[in-house]
């Protein structure tokens, strides 16, 4: 572990913690009834360059994603320029890779011999092949609507699956393996939820360096969002920056969803609602969101942006006739551009980053 790694803090009730597993975030808030997540803190952390928890990680070869400058893209959306991070070229093709080695590398260090998840997608094949390469059995619960090829893809990486109906029902299980029978909590399992365990969602802070180093510092980051592990880790990234001198400003960041989720959340400030809705951005889908994603938010000054199939469709197609294959949910990060751009969020002067967090090929 990282030895300047000092404790975690509530991002609800600002509690401190000593450096521990909390899979369930905050006990006090959990108890209160309100899950929130614990945020790790580090000493002398300026002098770092992007401190992470796990030093000497279990590694497939994640992250230094590629960030292609798009200004056809640009110009067609009236901005000033415009990034695309391409998480799809992780070693499984997604950003997941990211916290998957960090929470595999600490679930090794703390003993375990198992993680268990509850994933249908992405996460799920990324944490059977990062429990593969640390010698880990993986459980992962899957809906019985999963797709074939993803399914096949955690299997052959060796996963042990069983399959649920939808996706709420299949947190009590994980549940169940993570506090009865010695699992390694590799997602969130309460309802409603927490971000995942904070020592993943730092691994993907370098993600905020990666972007600065290459295209300097954007005013726009547009991430597609679920429950918002992603959306939190690229602030936290951010916020180190701007803790360490290294920008002046924090970019804004915002959540992109398939239907008013984070936006009605933001609302009544109460993010523990389900608002459930149909979608194909099978990625992103889902009725719970997050704390976390609310104070990425309100901490950078973003907003949720909803994004229709139809409309992420049709920036799925523009990608591809530029030679970039995306998933659904990925395209809806172009498709936002235009809303936001429509209601005066962002101008010709803005530079944007869309985070590209999978191509769909296993979709
Ligand atoms: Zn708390």
């Not at 880990?136 to 074939?148: F, V």
């Not at 429950?227 to 180190?240: A, P, S, V």
């Not at 901490?299 to 949720?304: A, D, E, N, V």
Request: proline share 6%; hydrophobic share 40%; charged share 20%.
């Amino acid at each position: 572990m990282n030895p300047s790694l000092s404790g975690l803090r509530c991002i609800r009730c600002a509690s401190l913690w000593p450096p521990a597993d909390y899979p369930e975030g905050c006990p006090s808030c959990l108890e209160a009834g309100h899950p929130a997540s614990l945020e790790c803190l580090y000493e002398s952390s300026a002098a770092q360059t992007m401190p992470v928890p796990v030093l000497g990680a279990v590694t497939l070869g994640e992250g230094d994603t590629p960030c292609l400058d798009a200004p056809a893209l640009a110009q067609a959306e009236g901005v000033g320029q415009l990034w695309l991070k391409c998480e799809s070229a992780n070693p499984t093709g997604s950003h997941k890779d990211r916290m998957a080695a960090q929470l595999v590398s600490r679930a090794r260090l703390a003993g375990a011999t198992r993680v268990a998840a509850a994933s249908s997608g992405n996460a799920g094949v990324s944490l059977a092949a990062y429990c593969a390469a640390a010698r880990l059995e993986a459980d992962i619960a899957i809906t019985s609507n999963c797709p074939p090829l993803q399914r096949e893809a955690m299997q052959r990486f060796g996963a042990r699956l069983t399959a649920f109906e939808d996706s709420l029902s299949r947190w009590p299980h994980v549940e169940d393996l993570c506090r009865n029978h010695g699992a390694f909590a590799g997602t969130n399992y309460l309802n409603p939820p927490v971000g995942t365990h904070p020592y993943g969602v730092e691994g993907y802070k370098p993600i905020a360096l990666e972007l600065l180093e290459t295209c300097g510092l954007p005013t726009d980051i547009v991430v597609p969002t679920a429950r918002g592990d992603l959306l939190w880790g690229i602030f936290l990234g951010w916020q180190h920056l701007l803790q360490s001198g290294r920008i002046a400003r924090l970019p804004r960041l915002h959540a992109v969803e398939p239907y008013a989720r984070l936006s009605r959340a933001r609302a009544t400030g109460d993010a523990r609602k389900i608002w459930d809705g149909v979608t194909d951005q099978y990625s992103i889908a889902g009725g719970t969101s997050t704390l976390q994603s609310l104070e990425a938010l309100s901490r950078s000054g973003g907003t949720p942006v909803e994004v229709s199939d139809a409309a992420a469709a049709q920036a799925q197609q523009r990608l591809e006739r530029m030679g970039l294959a995306t998933e659904l949910s990925s395209a809806a990060a172009l498709a936002a551009v235009s809303r936001l751009r429509r209601s005066g969020l962002l101008d010709a002067e803005s530079s944007v980053v869309l985070i590209v967090t999978s191509d769909g090929r296993r979709g």
